[in-house]
């Protein structure tokens, strides 16, 4: 998968995590906010990691 897919998918996981956040917290537009939040730390994590990988190649 490339860099950019790799942000995009966990941004769209993340945004699924803060809809189910904030319809639980009665508040969608705050839980979509940080989903979107926490979805670019994992896209950017994924993206690190599949750098370090294709470093040690």
Do not use: F, H, P, Y
Request: hydrophobic share 55%.
């Amino acid at each position: 998968m490339k860099a950019n897919n790799k942000m995009g998918a966990g941004i769209a996981i993340g945004i699924a995590i803060g809809v189910a956040l904030g319809i639980s917290m009665d508040n969608l537009a705050v839980g979509i906010a940080i989903g979107v939040a926490i979805g670019a730390g994992i896209g950017a994590a994924w993206e690190k990691q599949a750098k370090d990988e294709s470093d040690q190649e």
